[in-house]
């Protein structure tokens, strides 16, 4: 138990140490960069008002020293204040609660789509190596695993809403119609549909061939010929004693992942017009609305390591031969 | 060399992948001969369908040419992939190998932040540096290769630590050669052969991350790569399909091949693990 509680401690201490080169990085990268920070964080269109600017200059001590002006931003930061978006008109952490739930719903539909899609298709094609399914298999997931993200989503629009006009090109739901309860989910189903299908798209293909490889591995283990030669039939040893051994580089890859969805997602909700903070930060990469953008990076990448810890947590459950350091 | 070539040769996507490879180059090099004109000059009308007009990818928004564009993105694309992965490589390798030589706190340093690369969104962090440091050639290779070289490092760091206990590169220390000869003569020889795999994959996912650094607009504003082309196509999907399909499938044959080289490289140069692989 004691050794437990050290563990946490221990990765909790990390992650925040994470946390805190991410603020830290923020900080000096508005400072490095051409130009008043002020004016910078400001964005193009702040940059007439004087008065923004100049409040701006005293909420982040613009004027003082460079120790004390990373004092308050830290201070700032602690207290999740990331600044205010002038263009928008409201602070920039209320307007990334806003916008999160969608990427979360679109995440996370598109990490059980990649898992459940490419963990099929990976034992699949490990169950017929060498043959023609296996080919096919790895094929399709050469293909994925080399089509840019961006790409995918746009000949997904042009098959699906452009010629067979079966599903909506973007949004998260039909602009105009009230509907409730059930239609209401269907509606927003029916447009997560292609966002999700175009972001899990990459990883699906990761985990089919990490899976692939995995379960090849573990097939060559000695206890693996013993449940052979103890006479059960083969899916018998392949879903009761190779699978729940190979999958688990499959979960360690879970955590990693978590990162590249989030990044993903700025790419698919651009193209599809998803209501999320990926989108947000689009809008203000293009409004140069600098708040905003360094704010979405920081709650992206404290999302990113809160997973890492549960992955990391779920990890040493799943396999007690992990020794806790 | 003799066996290396047998044993790339045996694995034929590998084979095929140089064949696009070369081709893709050679379009590169070959642009202005094709298409003696500017990628950014109007050639016909607007809006021109493929095949149609001696325009054999039809035209954009402005009437200018899609095969032009793909041809002159070819060489822009190629060259910022190279140039990134290839300052990616040199920081990467460098670090790996001090972080895997020398051991104690410096590697302590250089693990921990591998790790913190390798744990934020990396995306989101090219994205940042890009837009906020002003978009240019400089700035995109800059965020690629500030991306790229984490694991890397941890790949020749990691050969580094198994390769400095061996014996000839003990021989090497008694013999008094100095650390830095030792580690370029004697262990940075033999730790090639994974850096040339990674490098191959490397130029792949830079290709990838520099086509979607552009179609978000933060490309130079100047070049014309195959990313900024598919950008510009995304508010005219509905009236020209050839302007996002064609750029897209560039970028598909290219990444696609440098995989599979980099797939038929690691069979080669590493006959034990391919064994492995195919059993």
Redesign the interface.
């Known amino acids: 138990m004691k050794k437990i509680g050290k563990f946490l401690a221990s990765r909790l201490f990390?992650s925040v140490l994470?946390l805190l080169?991410?603020a830290l990085f923020?900080f000096f990268?508005?400072r490095?960069?051409?130009g008043d920070p002020a004016e910078?964080l400001a964005g193009q269109s702040g940059a007439v008002d004087a008065e923004f600017i100049a409040k701006l200059r005293t909420e982040f001590g613009l004027d003082r020293p460079m120790i004390v002006q990373l004092g308050q931003y830290l201070k700032n930061v602690a207290t999740f204040d990331l600044g205010y978006s002038y263009r928008q008109q409201a602070p920039v952490t209320s307007l990334i609660a806003e916008h999160l739930p969608a990427t979360l719903l679109l995440t996370i539909t598109a990490f059980i789509f990649a898992v459940a899609a490419g963990v099929s298709l990976g034992t699949q094609a490990a169950l017929r190596v060498g043959k023609w399914g296996d080919t096919v298999i790895t094929t399709f997931s050469?293909?994925a695993?080399?089509?840019?993200?961006?790409?995918v989503g746009?000949?997904l629009?042009?098959l699906f809403s452009?010629k067979l006009e079966w599903l909506p090109a973007f949004g998260y739901q039909t602009v105009g119609a009230q509907f409730t309860g059930l239609a209401h989910v269907m509606d927003v189903a029916r447009h997560l549909l292609l966002p999700a299908l175009t972001l899990g798209m990459f990883y699906m293909a990761v985990y089919a061939r990490l899976t692939r490889?995995s379960i090849?591995e573990v097939s060559?283990l000695d206890f693996v010929k013993t449940a052979r030669a103890k006479g059960l039939s083969e899916r018998t040893v392949i879903t009761r004693h190779v699978l729940r051994n190979a999958l688990l580089p499959v979960i360690t890859y879970a955590g990693?992942q978590a990162?590249?969805l989030?990044?993903?997602s700025?790419?698919v909700e651009?193209?599809f017009a998803w209501p999320g903070i990926g989108r947000l930060?689009?809008d203000a990469?293009?409004q140069?609305d600098?708040s905003v953008?360094?704010g979405?990076?920081f709650i992206?990448?404290l999302i990113?390591?809160i997973v890492?810890l549960v992955t990391d947590i779920l990890y040493t459950v799943v396999d007690p031969r992990i020794e806790l350091k | 060399m003799k066996d290396f070539l047998h044993a790339f040769c045996r694995h034929k996507g590998g084979v095929a992948g140089v064949i696009v490879i070369i081709a893709v180059a050679g379009l590169a090099l070959a642009a202005n001969w094709i298409f003696p004109h500017d990628p950014w000059e109007i050639v016909n009308a607007p809006f021109m369908p493929p095949m149609t007009d001696d325009t054999l990818l039809g035209t954009d928004t402005l009437g200018r040419d899609i095969g032009a564009g793909i041809a002159y993105g070819a060489r822009l694309t190629l060259l910022l992939a190279a140039v990134s992965t290839a300052v990616s490589i040199l920081f990467g390798v460098s670090v790996g190998a001090i972080s895997g030589f020398y051991g104690g706190r410096v590697d302590q340093a250089v693990v921990g932040f591998i790790?913190?690369f390798?744990?934020?969104?990396?995306?989101?962090?090219a994205?940042?540096?890009v837009?906020?440091?002003?978009p240019s050639m400089t700035t995109v290779i800059f965020a690629i290769a500030v991306v790229s070289w984490p694991p890397l490092a941890r790949l020749v760091r990691a050969e580094f630590m198994s390769l400095k206990n061996r014996e000839f590169v003990q021989a090497a220390m008694l013999a008094g050669q100095s650390n830095a000869r030792i580690i370029l003569t004697q262990i940075l020889p033999n730790s090639l052969s994974p850096v040339i795999v990674s490098g191959s994959l490397m130029v792949?996912s830079a290709i990838?991350l520099e086509?979607?650094l552009s179609?978000?607009?933060?490309g130079d504003p100047n070049a014309m790569t195959w990313?900024y082309i598919?950008g510009a196509?995304?508010s005219v999907?509905?009236d020209a399909?050839w302007m996002?399909?064609f750029p897209?499938v560039a970028?598909?044959l290219t990444?696609?091949s440098l995989?599979?080289i980099g797939e038929a490289l690691n069979d080669a140069l590493n006959p034990k693990l391919a064994r492995k692989?195919t059993?």
């Open positions: 990390k994470v080169m991410i923020n990268l508005v490095a960069a051409p910078i050469m293909l695993y080399a089509t840019p993200l961006f790409w746009l000949m629009v042009l452009v490889a090849l060559q990693i990162g590249g989030i990044g993903g700025l790419l651009t193209v930060a689009f990469l293009l140069r600098y953008l360094l979405v990076f992206a990448s990113v390591v890492n | 790790e913190l390798q744990t934020i969104p990396s995306f989101f962090l994205v940042v540096l837009a906020i440091l002003t792949a990838l086509s979607a179609f978000l607009g933060l990313g598919i196509s995304r999907l509905r399909w996002s399909v897209g970028i598909l990444v696609l995989n599979l692989r059993t």
